[in-house]
């Protein structure tokens, strides 16, 4: 993956592509470029979400982990990883080990939280954006579940 600068990283980011430049910078106070190799463990179910991940290549497989069975992948995530703690502070509900080599842009949550608290037109149009990801990732769920 070549050298690219946080700002490049949000700014090539399908999710991010056509943000002002100001925000994008903005974005990057609380970011940095990150590279994981396949099986890393980023976080157990039960821990603080002290950071996410806006995926720019690989995927993140989620875990729960099954008594008699070990760590069951219940999920993958392609986009962002870690959504829900822009809300507000919590834990992860899953495990999430890493699918395919990870390079990520990793943002302290906590960090941009209080930046999205401090800019109500960029928290609405991330928060939107996040919804559209949370959404495709319910129907791409739902697809796998075996329904009558």
Do not use: K, N
């Given at each position: 993956?070549?050298?690219?600068?946080?700002?490049?990283?949000?700014?090539?980011?399908?999710?991010?592509?056509?943000?002002?430049?100001?925000?994008?910078?903005?974005?990057?106070a609380h970011a940095r470029p990150v590279d994981h190799g396949r099986?890393?463990?980023?976080?157990?179910?039960?821990?603080?979400?002290?950071?996410?991940?806006?995926?720019?290549?690989?995927?993140?497989?989620?875990?729960?982990?099954?008594?008699?069975?070990?760590?069951?992948?219940?999920?993958?995530?392609?986009?962002?990883?870690?959504?829900?703690?822009?809300?507000?502070?919590?834990?992860?509900?899953?495990?999430?080990?890493?699918?395919?080599?990870?390079?990520?842009?990793?943002?302290?949550?906590?960090?941009?939280?209080?930046?999205?608290?401090?800019?109500?037109?960029?928290?609405?149009?991330?928060?939107?954006?996040?919804?559209?990801?949370?959404?495709?990732?319910?129907?791409?769920?739902?697809?796998?579940?075996?329904?009558?």
């Amino acid at each position: 993956m070549p050298d690219l600068t946080t700002f490049d990283m949000l700014a090539l980011h399908p999710l991010l592509a056509d943000l002002p430049t100001a925000w994008l910078r903005r974005l990057t106070a609380h970011a940095r470029p990150v590279d994981h190799g396949r099986g890393q463990r980023l976080f157990r179910a039960g821990a603080p979400i002290e950071l996410v991940w806006l995926v720019y290549s690989g995927h993140v497989l989620l875990d729960l982990a099954v008594p008699g069975r070990g760590d069951v992948v219940v999920d993958r995530c392609e986009e962002f990883v870690g959504w829900a703690a822009l809300v507000r502070a919590r834990r992860w509900d899953f495990g999430g080990v890493v699918g395919d080599d990870l390079y990520a842009v990793e943002f302290h949550a906590a960090g941009l939280r209080d930046q999205l608290a401090d800019d109500p037109d960029l928290r609405c149009e991330l928060y939107a954006r996040l919804l559209t990801v949370a959404d495709g990732g319910l129907l791409a769920t739902r697809r796998r579940l075996p329904l009558p």
